[in-house]
């Protein structure tokens, strides 16, 4: 933003002709961006209010959206207890010293005295001595594991090191942003006295510096961070020992049966503190040596999401759970055609990765720390601002794919960013508009080309080529705050399929009917088809708590419009109905064929398209949002009776890799052509039952299900996927 800033001061003294093209052209409205609506910005990040709603009350800034940001890296003569000429000259050193290291001396003595390891020293558990047996041998094995993994901090290591780290980031960073409202709700849930343990979703590989430096300097303590052993030399291993780093016994891997391992997986157990997770720090300061001869210097944020307690969580999470069905068992017979109804229940997709520590935990428990991790991740995605690049790419992808005039650009920008905003989600920019498109025009110049017109405007015109897949990856930004839109646009799509021509005029396709009954179901099948990792639909809410979600949200965006039949009751006339004593005593969330909103009523309501001028290019937007995945779903599909099986995953993802390569050079569909949309597929395909996993030697292989090896199963389910693409 202060880059902006700079760049609008001087363009505005050197370069008259761009400011009175903007003011001539389109107004004052679009001269300035905001990130925010009215007087304040969205709050974005907080916890789930039905399985913690205390952490939910308690833990909320109430003057949150009132607070700004801060720059944790602008360290002043305030920011210290002295004042001075020379402490103005040296304020990062002295601020250094005075940070709080806590101490952590009876560490040793607590991990001996825990539970687990008190099991192992009286022979109670696997892997044991047994009694009176070699316990003082076991005591020093204790010792030289605890040893291995941690050492108590050096406050002076400490302390030079985030000095040295101060200066470093200083001359990286403009600034490095916090809101401090977001610090205050995190500063609250500290003082509570239990440890905090701080899960990240890494943007970038610079993550394993900076957020250790945040935390400390924001007086959060200092961050144990776990790290790879076999990354690190022996005297590396020992200096970031020193500094907070943690390294995991070789044993404590081994596996679950091995004797070997009780003993280094109990003392890890027991060792825990709040941990992180941080990429090599060696591997950061590799991958800067290109920034160094950068002259630019870029803005940071680091956000933090609204604390929750855990064991809240573990209480009123387990009461959300119903019954689930796997893919194959819900999605399979309405694909074949031998079903058209959904079953009323949800899906069971789990893509967690399966490790040691997972496998330990009773069944029960597992499900838990799965559900725990989808959590997480919503409010991590609903914490992350939405960029600049973003929205330009999206709108180059999915709208302007053959070129789009500057002047256009800069009022789809704006009005993009408002609808951002407007769905409750933050941006990371702000400035004056032109300003801002073009230093995001400089950003992606490698992927857009720029003409001058005779005109005096600019032509955007994305490059051809896998630059395309860079922009689907940027715009994937976008599909958060426009998720429930999109997949309802595209049930639509589906819907009208089999009626009108998609090529078809708006005002056609306006003409249908659509019943609520079959928006749901149409709503569903979407929904069971797209990974959970992608819609990230917290675990508490039902599937058809989510169809009502994008039913309103179409209503609410003005893409469709309620249509009254003469055979039923205005929606207006609330006269006659009558509330059953079912529905008043009904849990919130639960919602089942023969009681949501009576499914009978729902059968007389109808909706049609908006004929509104806006509407057709905007439904078409939301449509193209998941247009990459799903092409990469029905190329898949249609690669079943080419692809060489059986075959490993790794290979048999190699080998649709370059399917989609292929295809993308014949038919221009770059945006397809992601090995994450690879993957993607054949886990999915997996779930369905189309690809099926057998054990083997070598590891496990993927072969063709005997349903779909038929050739013709293979055209119905490229044909079901179609059915949502809108072209």
């Known amino acids: 933003m202060l880059e902006g800033r700079l760049q609008t001061q001087q363009r505005s003294s050197c370069n008259g002709r761009e400011t009175s093209l903007l003011s001539s052209g389109f107004g004052m409205k679009l001269e300035a961006v905001t990130p925010f609506l009215g007087k304040y910005r969205p709050f974005v990040g907080r916890c789930c209010q039905t399985c913690t709603p205390k952490s939910w009350e308690s833990l909320f800034h109430r003057s949150i959206m009132d607070l700004g940001f801060c720059s944790v890296i602008l360290v002043k003569e305030e920011n210290t207890r002295f004042r001075g000429w020379l402490v103005r000259r040296l304020c990062y050193f002295l601020w250094s010293l005075e940070q709080r290291i806590p101490p952590r001396q009876d560490a040793p003595q607590k991990i001996v005295e825990s539970t687990g390891v008190q099991k192992i020293l009286s022979g109670k558990a696997p892997g044991g ?105 022996p005297a590396l291993r020992t200096l970031l020992r020193n500094l907070g780093g943690l390294f995991m016994p070789p044993e404590a891997n081994l596996s679950l049966d091995s ?43 680091v956000h933090l999401a609204q604390p929750f307690s855990l064991q809240e969580y573990t209480i009123n999470a387990r009461s959300c759970w119903g019954s689930r069905q796997t893919l194959e068992q819900l999605l399979q017979p309405v694909v074949l055609g031998q079903c058209t109804a959904v079953p009323d229940t949800e899906k069971e997709q789990e893509w ?26 919503n409010a991590s995605v609903a914490s992350s601002a939405v960029m600049s690049t973003a929205i330009t790419a999206a709108l180059l992808l ?74 689907a990856r940027l715009s994937a930004e976008l599909l958060p705050a426009f998720l429930s839109e999109a997949v309802g646009a595209c049930a639509v799509r589906g819907l009208l399929a089999g009626r009108v021509p998609p090529e078809g005029p708006w005002e056609q396709q306006g003409v249908e009917l659509l019943s ?38 179409l209503i609410q965006c003005g893409l469709l419009v309620a249509e009254e039949t003469p055979s039923s009751r205005t929606a207006c006339d609330t006269g006659r109905q009558r509330l059953s004593a079912k529905l008043l005593w009904k849990p919130s969330g639960d919602f089942t064929d023969s009681d949501s909103d009576d499914f009978e009523e729902a059968e007389g309501r109808y909706f049609r398209l908006s004929q509104q001028s806006r509407c057709p290019d905007f439904f078409l937007f939301l449509c193209r949002l998941l247009g990459p995945l799903l092409k990469a779903f029905a190329q898949a599909a249609s690669f079943l009776h080419q692809g060489q099986l059986p075959d490993t995953e790794s290979g048999y993802t190699e080998q649709l890799f370059q399917f989609l390569q292929a295809t993308a050079q014949e038919e221009g569909t770059f945006e397809c052509a992601d090995s994450y949309l690879a993957i993607s597929a054949i886990w999915t395909f997996r779930d369905l039952g189309v690809l099926q996993q057998t054990p083997s030697p070598a590891g496990p292989r993927l072969h063709l299900s005997p349903t779909f090896a038929i050739r013709d199963n293979q055209d119905k389910l490229e044909q079901f996927i179609r059915q949502f693409i809108c072209n």
């Not at 005591?139 to 400490?158: N, S």
Request: aromatic share 6%; proline share 5%; charged share 15%.
């Open 516 to 553: 609520q009954n079959e928006l749901y179901r149409q709503i569903l099948l979407l929904l069971h088809l797209l990974p959970q990792d992608l819609l990230l639909l917290q675990p508490c809410q039902s599937s058809y708590c989510y169809c009502q979600e994008v039913l309103d949200r």
């Open 129 to 233: 001595a047994g009694e009176g047996q070699m316990s003082d041998h076991v005591k020093k094995e204790v010792q030289r594991i605890l040893g291995h993994i941690q050492a108590p901090p050096r406050p002076f290591l400490l302390r030079l090191f985030s000095w040295a780290l101060l200066r470093f980031l200083n001359c990286l960073f403009l600034n490095v942003q916090l809101h401090k409202g977001q610090l205050k709700m995190v500063h609250k849930a500290a003082q509570e006295g239990l440890p905090l343990v701080l899960l990240s979703t890494h943007k970038s590989r610079l993550d394993g510096i900076l957020l250790p430096f945040v935390l400390l300097s924001q007086g959060l303590g200092v961050l144990r961070v776990a790290w790879d052993p076999h990354a690190c030399s």
């Open 352 to 377: 967690t990765p399966v490790t040691g520590p997972l496998l330990a935990l009773r069944a029960e428990d597992q499900l838990l720390v799965r559900r725990l991790s989808r959590h997480v991740l």
């Open 398 to 471: 999915f709208k302007h794919q053959k070129g789009v005039f500057l002047s256009k650009l800069l009022g789809e920008f704006s009005w993009l960013t408002e609808e951002i905003l407007l769905r409750g989600f933050d941006v990371g920019f702000s400035g004056q508009l032109r300003c801002l498109v073009q230093h995001t025009l400089t950003l992606l110049r490698a992927h857009v080309a720029l003409l001058r017109v005779h005109h005096g405007d600019l032509l955007v015109v994305p490059r051809p080529g896998p630059g395309l897949t860079h922009l």
């Open 259 to 301: 004797s070997e391992g009780v003993l280094a997986r109990t003392v890890v157990h027991a060792a825990s503190v709040p941990l992180g997770l941080w990429t090599g720090a060696l591997a950061v300061l590799r991958s800067l040596h290109s920034c160094w001869g950068c002259s630019r210097r870029v803005c940071v944020r």
